[in-house]
């Protein structure tokens, strides 16, 4: 599953919610998060996003967006098992925690399409990593650098930006943008993106014109 590579052209897909049903009952379950996608909003908030080149990635560092998985909204959970929690089924959880930490689970990754059972352990916590739709470095190059700690860490660790997916499409990822890399399962690429540009337009983050040329072309395809 690690060695599958994403293409950056989507091919044609028709109407957008039926071919995401054709699409999860092919590859294999869908994420809640890819069910519906308003692709005109999508480009209204694309066609606001300034349009730049990327920063120097300088002084970048994990710790700049504060402790990693912080309980930012003081739930009492971290944030890893606060996403865990929201996009895994069948969840057990360890005695005594108030269901904060995830045993076990089932994921219906909406990178690759496949059903991925979690157990919570050294040797298998990282089949199910949460990416950073956005990635931190991404971010840090594209407007974050200006940013205070405090909306740093907000965006690290808000539930907007993050998704549970399979850990090696994730490490494939990396820290790529649009312009670089998409799921390899067609049929979310447009929630991917969709959910991406909702992210920038929040943060007030900008794009490069690869990124951009990238976006769109996905949208013109949804």
């Not at 405090?150 to 990396?174: C, I, W």
């Not at 943008?177 to 991917?192: E, F, K, N, S």
């Amino acid at each position: 599953m690690a060695g599958l590579t994403a293409a950056v052209v989507l091919t044609g897909c028709g109407e957008l919610e039926a071919e995401l049903d054709r699409q999860a009952d092919k590859d294999g379950g869908s994420s809640s998060s890819s069910s519906k996608v308003d692709v005109k909003e999508a480009r209204g908030k694309l066609e606001k996003l300034d349009v730049k080149g990327r920063a120097p990635k300088t002084g970048f560092d994990r710790d700049e967006f504060g402790p990693a998985w912080a309980d930012v909204d003081r739930n009492g959970c971290d944030t890893r098992n606060d996403i865990l929690k929201r996009d895994l089924t069948d969840e057990t959880f360890k005695p005594g925690t108030h269901d904060c930490i995830v045993l076990t689970g089932v994921l219906e990754d909406p990178y690759g399409g496949e059903t991925i059972k979690f157990k919570r352990g050294q040797d298998t916590s990282s089949d199910v990593q949460i990416d950073h739709l956005i990635p931190l470095s991404d971010a840090w190059q594209k407007g974050a650098q200006q940013w205070s700690a405090t909306k740093r860490k907000e965006f690290a660790n808000d539930p907007l930006n993050l998704l549970a997916v399979d850990g090696p499409l994730n490490s494939q990822k990396s820290d790529s943008d649009a312009a670089t890399w998409l799921p390899p399962r067609r049929g979310y690429r447009c929630a991917y993106i969709a959910r991406q540009i909702d992210v920038k337009a929040t943060y007030e983050l900008w794009v490069t014109r690869a990124e951009k040329d990238a976006m769109e072309r996905v949208l013109d395809s949804c």
